[in-house]
């Protein structure tokens, strides 16, 4: 069935899968960086009350599903090469949110990351 | 150079796990097709060992990286964490007969070349604490 041109509903899952990614990370950090958590259990008491970790929970779960889906309809080494777009969509989102800095040298590597994405998912 | 083959048996590890789980997910997708949005899809998927596979590859890499990191400097291990792209499609010619194609190889030479710079770029922001070393 893998034929290794991407359908629209490829696309969809690729797209899905970037923003559950990123959107769960997001979440863990807000969840992991609130300095008004203290220690401890109580630090996990305090974000179990909040939304931010449930909501990086429930995209995790929702990604696995998506990412099974996205591999059953491409080559797993086209469909790997593709995936790593989630790196630079996270690096992107960290610099926005929680205001990392983008280096040079960081910069340098989002570009070839998403230049090898596009090489890939334009030939594939 | 004892933290030497400790980084570098750790870092092998990490690459196993991930490609295991890589390769157990896309068995796991091949025998639950075809792909649908309902629960007869979920109880195909879920009534085969290879998403088990796929959940037992990630909890060892999560593992694997939390040991590695308590000492192993960010940046090559941020870059070693995500080398698995070439490993997992190596296998997969071997395992899937996934023909190698050009387009494939010039993305994934750049992708690597990505991820080395940012290994670097962690290697320089991370100042290493007194004792560290």
């Keep these: 069935m893998p034929t290794g041109s991407i359908t629209p509903l490829i696309a969809l899952l690729w797209v899905l899968n970037v923003v559950l990614d990123t959107g769960g990370q997001l979440a863990f950090k807000a969840a992991a960086g609130d300095p008004n958590a203290g220690d401890g259990l109580a630090r996990w008491l305090y974000m179990a009350r909040r939304p931010w970790i ?52 960081r910069v340098a590597g989002i570009l070839l990351v998403t230049l090898g994405v596009a090489i890939v998912g334009v030939g594939g | 150079m004892k933290r030497g083959w400790f980084y570098l048996i750790g870092f092998l590890v990490l690459v196993l796990f991930d490609s295991v789980g890589a390769i157990s997910f896309k068995y796991a997708g091949m025998h639950a097709l075809p792909v649908e949005a309902n629960t007869a899809w979920l109880l195909r998927l879920f009534g085969r060992p290879w998403v088990y596979g796929a959940v037992i590859g990630y909890v060892g890499a999560f593992f694997t990286w939390m040991t590695l990191l308590k000492h192993a400097p960010i940046g090559p291990a941020f870059a ?12 997969s010619i071997w395992l899937f007969n996934e023909p190698l194609r050009l387009p494939h190889v ?28």
Excluded: D, Q
């Design chain 2, 80 to 91: 070693a964490s995500h080398l698995e792209v070439v490993s997992v499609m190596l296998l």
């Design chain 2, 106 to 133: 010039l993305g994934a030479i750049a992708i690597v070349a990505g991820i080395v710079c940012l290994g670097f770029a962690e290697s320089r922001e991370h100042v290493p604490e007194e004792g560290e070393a």
């Design chain 1, 54 to 105: 449930w909501l990086g929970i429930a995209s995790y779960v929702i990604e696995f599903l998506i990412w099974i889906a996205f591999l059953s309809l491409l080559p797993l080494s086209e469909a790997i090469l593709l995936g790593s777009i989630n790196i630079v969509a996270i690096m992107v989102a960290g610099r926005f949110l929680f205001g990392e800095k983008l280096t040079r040298m």
